[in-house]
């Protein structure tokens, strides 16, 4: 069975600048979250989808961050403009019904905002 | 609010050790408990789930118990490899429906 995948691994960009993450889940997972990750601390929820629904999304800097899951699948996350504190990892995870199952986590996007 | 911490931030054993790695959070409502690896530049993997009804759950030499009344859970792992050298986290589902994340612990196990 594939895992959660996504892309880019790595992005550097500067500030003001926009960039956009992927993310493909594990097939037939309905939940789809992002996290994002900060340096030395633990990962933070972002978004979470319930097949193309936002279930939760009150800790998204909605004035910045953009999420869509179209057709219940694939996940873009985006960021516009971006600040230097936006420098993190950006994880992506699946599960197969709802949150009280076992998460499956993507490699996560390493971004960098100079 | 739900906040929780793990101690020690960082530890470094002999191969062979017995080790517990802490976990402890300040609602003691929650759903389940999830104990999670990080390898350097990867994502999370599940190591061990326990649901609120649940004491313990073991996999091969890995046991993480649940004491929801005191707020705490540990991950015991027997005689360490320098494979088991990760980020172990723990997260916790509460009535936000969200799970909440320790910082991990950093440990290291030499050879």
């Known amino acids: 069975e594939a895992g959660v995948a996504q892309s880019p691994r790595y992005k550097i960009i500067e500030k003001r600048q926009s960039v956009a993450f992927w993310c493909n889940p594990i097939s037939g997972h309905a939940t789809l979250y992002w996290y994002q990750q900060i340096l030395g601390q633990g990962p933070k929820l972002l978004i979470q989808f319930q097949n193309n629904g936002v279930v939760d999304d009150s800790q998204l800097p909605k004035d910045r961050f953009s999420a869509e899951r179209l057709k219940g699948v694939d996940s873009t996350l985006k960021i516009q403009p971006a600040k230097l504190e936006d420098s993190a990892v950006y994880l992506c995870?699946?599960?197969?019904?709802?949150?009280?199952?076992?998460?499956?986590f993507g490699p996560g996007t390493r971004l960098l905002v100079l | 609010k739900q906040e929780v911490t793990q101690i020690p931030a960082a530890l470094s054993v002999p191969e062979g050790e017995n080790l517990v790695l802490n976990c402890s959070f300040t609602?003691?409502?929650?759903?389940?408990l999830q104990w999670f690896r990080q390898d350097p530049g990867k994502g999370l993997t599940s190591l061990l789930l326990i649901q609120s009804s649940q004491r313990e759950q073991t996999s091969g030499r890995l046991n993480a118990s649940l004491d929801k009344s005191s707020g705490r859970s540990t991950l015991y792992i027997a005689a360490s490899q320098p494979g088991d050298s990760a980020t172990y986290l723990c997260a916790v589902l509460s009535g936000t429906y969200k799970y909440i994340f320790g910082t991990g612990t950093r440990l290291k196990v030499l050879a």
């Open positions: 995870a699946s599960s197969h019904l709802n949150y009280q199952e076992t998460q499956y």
């Open positions: 609602d003691s409502a929650i759903y389940n």
